[in-house]
């Protein structure tokens, strides 16, 4: 039990990491074509560990080829993109914490499409994680509003939370006649088939221009954050419940922060730092709302 609790505390801290790999990547290379390479370091090795742990390769039903696809375009393809393109213009730590409110649109999505309930402890906890979100964006200046405070950068985080809200929400449906890592290494591998031309376009081809510091990041954001990441979180799930598993994210962020200040000098701002608590404590409640329900 120790060690799950371990692994699951390394994959909020890897997680956390994948915006500082990130926002390193997009200074190089296109989105297209780190997107595409990221995957495909992906799609090798969950395609591997599928292997070994179904014993034979799951074929999913026609039903389900249409959901697939679009879990492949969305959580994939779109978020991959939209996240590279976003940490090229913002910091990596500010882009954390807008992408930290995915539980919290999920949350209210579900309410309007799945009539799942909405009780006091979720409702503050949205209220609380935007509040939180607001601050980040605004970097404190609340009275100047957005204006001074959004652009492009932020635009392209908000794509990514769109993203992969629409990613969790076909999840829902596939994941009821698929195992998670099923669905996730067929949305991997369908996600890299199609980035494949765009990044071919990019000028993919020129990757042995890549640095050391361009291909360390691809094999982390590949294997750690999303391989490693992926499988110990639902060993998480297995082993001690989606509740207590489920915590351990709102580490992401808090991680996110500190890593970028230590790797990347971003400086620590205040209001960066409350936003990172408004967020991280608006998600435990809306998780623990959630559960409870």
Same mark, same amino acid.
Request: a positive charge; hydrophobic letters at 55%.
């Given at each position: 039990?120790?060690?799950?609790?371990?692994?699951?505390?390394?994959?909020?801290?890897?997680?956390g990491?994948?915006?500082?790999?990130g926002?390193?990547?997009?200074?190089?290379?296109?989105?297209f074509? =780190?997107?595409?390479?990221?995957?495909?370091?992906?799609?090798?090795?969950?395609?591997?560990?599928?292997?070994?742990?179904?014993?034979? &390769?799951?074929?999913?039903r026609p039903?389900?080829?249409l959901?697939?696809?679009?879990?492949?375009?969305?959580?994939?393809?779109l978020?991959?993109?939209?996240f590279?393109?976003?940490l090229?213009?913002?910091?990596?730590?500010?882009?954390?914490?807008?992408?930290?409110?995915?539980?919290?649109?999920?949350?209210?999505?579900?309410?309007?499409?799945?009539?799942?309930?909405?009780?006091?402890?979720?409702?503050t906890?949205?209220l609380?994680s935007?509040?939180?979100?607001i601050?980040?964006?605004?970097?404190?200046?609340?009275?100047?509003?957005?204006? =001074?405070?959004?652009?492009? =950068?932020?635009l392209?985080?908000?794509?990514?939370v769109?993203?992969?809200?629409?990613?969790?929400? &076909?999840?829902?449906?596939?994941?009821?006649n &698929?195992?998670?890592?099923v669905?996730?290494?067929?949305?991997?591998?369908?996600?890299?088939?199609?980035?494949?031309?765009?990044?071919?376009?990019e000028?993919?081809?020129?990757?042995g221009?890549?640095?050391?510091?361009?291909?360390?990041s691809?094999?982390y954001?590949?294997?750690?954050?999303?391989?490693l990441?992926?499988?110990?979180?639902?060993? =998480?799930?297995k082993?001690?419940?989606p509740?207590?598993?489920?915590?351990?994210i709102n580490?992401?962020?808090?991680?996110?922060?500190?890593?970028a200040?230590?790797i990347?000098?971003?400086p620590?701002?205040?209001?960066?730092?409350?936003?990172?608590?408004?967020?991280?404590s608006?998600?435990?409640?809306?998780?623990l709302?959630?559960?409870?329900?």
């Amino acid at each position: 039990m120790f060690y799950t609790y371990i692994k699951l505390l390394l994959m909020a801290v890897f997680w956390g990491g994948t915006f500082i790999a990130g926002r390193r990547l997009a200074m190089e290379v296109g989105p297209f074509s =780190g997107a595409f390479l990221r995957f495909l370091v992906a799609s090798i090795f969950l395609v591997a560990i599928m292997m070994q742990s179904e014993k034979r &390769l799951i074929l999913p039903r026609p039903h389900l080829l249409l959901p697939l696809f679009l879990m492949g375009m969305t959580g994939i393809f779109l978020y991959n993109v939209f996240f590279l393109k976003g940490l090229k213009l913002i910091e990596a730590g500010r882009a954390s914490i807008i992408i930290a409110n995915n539980p919290i649109l999920i949350a209210i999505l579900s309410a309007m499409i799945f009539r799942e309930g909405l009780n006091l402890m979720k409702v503050t906890g949205i209220l609380i994680s935007v509040a939180g979100a607001i601050t980040v964006i605004t970097r404190g200046e609340f009275l100047s509003g957005l204006g =001074g405070g959004f652009g492009w =950068g932020e635009l392209f985080i908000f794509g990514c939370v769109a993203s992969w809200v629409s990613y969790s929400l &076909l999840g829902k449906s596939v994941m009821s006649n &698929l195992s998670p890592l099923v669905a996730v290494t067929y949305s991997s591998v369908i996600g890299a088939v199609c980035l494949f031309p765009p990044a071919m376009l990019e000028g993919l081809g020129e990757f042995g221009s890549y640095s050391f510091s361009a291909w360390a990041s691809i094999f982390y954001l590949g294997f750690f954050g999303t391989v490693l990441g992926f499988v110990w979180y639902y060993e =998480g799930i297995k082993r001690i419940g989606p509740m207590r598993a489920g915590l351990f994210i709102n580490f992401v962020p808090v991680s996110a922060v500190f890593l970028a200040y230590l790797i990347l000098d971003e400086p620590l701002t205040a209001s960066l730092l409350i936003g990172a608590i408004l967020v991280s404590s608006g998600v435990y409640l809306t998780t623990l709302g959630s559960r409870r329900a």
